[in-house]
């Protein structure tokens, strides 16, 4: 801990540790690699989420994670997102991470008319690991191609005119 009077005096002293080495390998069900798929670490304290994009042969790269557990988040257009619990050793980890083909989310907004809501924005709610959003087309429909398995909570929001609301 680091006292404010030693702060403002410029005389505070705060020693960084090392953080381990976190690699692995991001590949579709056929064992192919993904080029450009998100990985968020996600953990516990200061400086525990980060994410990077793979490279073209599917690796990616966490330079300064903590050793414990550490959980990934892993996205790629076309693939099911998933969730990968990765425990942390002090001498860091590879880890190897097979996406499945994801099922296609789509679906429509209306007003209490039946009417479809151009233009409103349909996203994962924020208390979910997956980030995603797209906006409704002029007919209301909106289309993800890489949701994950389990079910999730959305917000439907900024239509002009009408309130947000979480399904």
């Not at 579709?28 to 996600?42: C, E, K, L, Q, Y």
């Not at 257009?77 to 991470?97: H, L, Q």
């Amino acid at each position: 801990t680091v006292d404010l009077a030693s702060l403002r005096a410029a005389s505070a002293v705060m020693v960084m540790k090392r953080g381990v080495a976190l690699s692995g390998t991001v590949t579709d069900a056929n064992g192919h690699p993904i080029a450009g798929a998100r990985v968020t670490r996600r953990g516990e304290g200061v400086g525990q989420f980060a994410s990077t994009s793979t490279d073209l042969e599917g690796r990616f790269r966490f330079q300064n994670a903590a050793a414990g557990e550490l959980t990934l988040v892993v996205e790629a257009r076309g693939c099911a997102a998933r969730m990968v619990a990765a425990p942390v050793p002090e001498a860091g980890r590879e880890i190897p991470i097979r996406l499945q083909p994801s099922k296609t989310l789509q679906g429509r907004v209306l007003d209490e008319s039946d009417q479809p809501v151009a233009g409103a924005r349909v996203q994962t709610h924020w208390s979910e690991p997956y980030r995603w959003s797209a906006k409704t087309d002029v007919e209301g429909r909106f289309v993800c191609d890489s949701a994950p398995a389990e079910a999730l909570s959305y917000e439907v929001s900024e239509a002009p005119g009408f309130k947000p609301v979480t399904v």
